[in-house]
């Protein structure tokens, strides 16, 4: 069964009034458990709206959001228990730090599921080293931590928190290459560790191309598609025309097919064009240890 | 929420009101001020009303939002209005009974009251939605420049106020959007026990106020790089610029004011 589950799903920002919008226009999608989905769209184009709908931040304007088949909306006083399954990081998360010291943050989520001290310790301990946390960190203030630092202990206290599905918008944004690798790699880890299912939200493919398993494409409020990362690729050349930017060496195999030399498949990470490249080499007998 | 708030909001347009001088939207705004506290008899308020519904439509924002301004503090003027109904006392008492006693003035005084201030709040969102805040603060500089003379810090406080202005809808959108990020975890925000309420403000006052003095040092050091110092010398990019319709709502206000005037030494 879906995880998430929209049907016709639609927010309209302040109905009524000269500034009337719509943000998010009949979705329809179901995401299935433990994958990971990259998000993408322009800006504006309702992906962060849609989010903040699969937790209860946003009530839609029509439609219903279902989480493991059940309607979000139904009973609206278990709103909070909702928000406990379905985690969600912000854009700079670390403008949400606030405690006094690493741990108590990390452990503000947990604390307000009503945790006993034990399991918040060891949700705080693993959240903490699944993004590369150091004990001696945990007792300092997280106002005295670097930015990347800041970053990875307010993502940590969204995943502390467990939650079945793990929403991130944008969390590698204004990080260096250097911080940003970091935190994915975290990210992959705490996936593998614990097989929820992520959502990560992204306007450049390049940053999520290497290891979505969907890919899901918002475009002037509407969903545009939602499918495999490979099938979402193979039709690089539209998702450019909505304004979105392709990966650099998707970018070169495109232009190469173009020039007569096809590989019959979308290539979207450096890893597989490496590897492409030296088969083909290799089937003309040319240089293969190159 | 939060974004329901709309004093000091601007409705960019292109109406009557909106193409006023600021600086007479000021004058007019504090003598329409003056002419509904001339005197407290009904024809008073009629002269007083009439000229704020003037006002709203020729200010082309839709009455919806005058009422939106209004909306938030009804609660508080309908404390009032009790209040002023219960304990003035002058007049012909009409009831009587135990401690409760209503007189002919509290009724007056609370029912007065009451529709002066609405229509005070009503006509200041006049100058406030057709008047944008950088061009509402460039003209108080120009208001209070005589008080240069005094070494009264003119230059100063407008731009402080222009900053504050500015920062109002930053800041609720700042708000907005860490609450979310806190209710995100779990934070009770509009429910639990006032404890964990108060402990949960915290959640959302420190970060608000972490990042309002980062956005200052950044603005500091943006307007040095920008070599700002001081008023001195400046000049402007939006020049103020009074015309012959600038002179008849003056003119049209101050009629309105003596009409005002009159009504009252009259009925009196």
Not at chain 2, 161 to 177: G, H, Q, V, Y
Request: charged share 25%.
């Amino acid at each position: 069964m879906a995880i998430i589950e929209t049907q016709e799903l639609t927010y309209t920002y302040s109905q009524g009034s000269p500034f009337e919008k719509t943000a998010v226009d009949h979705v329809n999608l179901k995401i299935d458990e433990g994958i990971i989905v990259g998000v993408m769209g322009h800006t504006g184009s309702g992906k962060s709206t849609l989010i903040q709908h699969f937790n209860g931040l946003l009530q839609p304007t029509s439609g219903k959001v279902l989480i493991d088949g059940v309607d979000i909306w139904a009973d609206k006083s278990k709103i909070r228990d909702v928000r406990f399954q379905v985690g969600l990081v912000f854009q700079y998360p670390e403008y949400q730090i606030f405690e006094e010291t690493v741990y108590k943050d990390i452990a503000y989520g947990p604390r307000n599921m009503g945790l006993d001290e034990a399991e918040i310790k060891r949700r705080v301990m693993e959240t903490a080293a699944d993004l590369g946390l150091k004990e001696e960190l945990l007792e300092r203030s997280p106002f005295e931590l670097s930015g990347g630092q800041k970053r990875r202990v307010a993502i940590a206290g969204v995943m502390a928190m467990e939650p079945k599905v793990l929403i991130l918008d944008e969390p590698t944004a204004g990080l260096d290459p250097a911080g940003r690798d970091k935190i994915i790699s975290h990210i992959k880890q705490y996936h593998q560790r614990t097989k929820n299912t992520i959502l990560i939200v992204s306007h450049s493919m390049e940053d999520i191309a290497g290891f979505a398993d969907k890919i899901l494409v918002m475009n002037k409020a509407k969903l545009f598609c939602y499918d495999d990362t490979e099938k979402v690729f193979a039709r690089a050349q539209e998702i450019a025309q909505i304004g979105l930017d392709v990966p650099q060496v998707t970018k070169v195999f495109m232009e190469l097919k173009d020039k007569g030399l096809d590989f019959g498949k979308e290539v979207y990470t450096v890893g597989y064009a490496r590897d492409l490249l030296l088969r083909k080499l290799a089937e003309k007998g040319g240089a293969a240890d190159c | 929420m939060l974004k329901d708030i709309t004093i000091g909001q601007f409705f960019p347009g292109d109406s009557l009101v909106h193409r006023l001088d600021p600086r007479f939207k000021i004058v007019i705004t504090i003598i329409f001020i003056m002419m509904l506290f001339t005197g407290s008899n009904v024809i008073c308020l009629i002269v007083g009303g009439v000229y704020t519904l003037l006002a709203i439509t020729l200010s082309g924002v839709p009455f919806k939002m005058y009422w939106k301004s209004v909306k938030p503090l009804l609660p508080f003027l309908l404390i009032t209005a009790v209040l002023n109904l219960f304990l003035v006392d002058s007049g012909d008492t009409l009831l009587k009974w135990k401690f409760i006693k209503i007189t002919e003035g509290g009724i007056d005084i609370s029912v007065f009251m009451m529709i002066r201030i609405v229509l005070l709040i009503m006509g200041s969102s006049v100058l406030t939605y057709t008047t944008s805040p950088i061009t509402l603060t460039d003209a108080v500089e120009r208001l209070l420049s005589p008080l240069k003379k005094l070494k009264f810090p003119v230059h100063e406080l407008a731009m402080m106020m222009s900053i504050a202005l500015r920062f109002i809808p930053t800041l609720i959108e700042e708000t907005d959007k860490i609450m979310s990020a806190q209710k995100a975890r779990g934070a009770e925000i509009d429910t639990g026990s006032f404890m964990t309420r108060a402990r949960n403000m915290a959640a959302i006052m420190i970060p608000l106020f972490v990042s309002a003095f980062r956005r200052a040092d950044e603005l500091a050091t943006a307007m040095e790089c920008r070599c700002y110092n001081g008023g001195e010398g400046r000049t402007r990019l939006r020049q103020l610029r009074s015309s012959g319709m600038d002179y008849i709502a003056l003119g049209v206000t101050i009629v309105f004011y003596i009409a005002a005037i009159v009504v009252a030494k009259i009925t009196v």
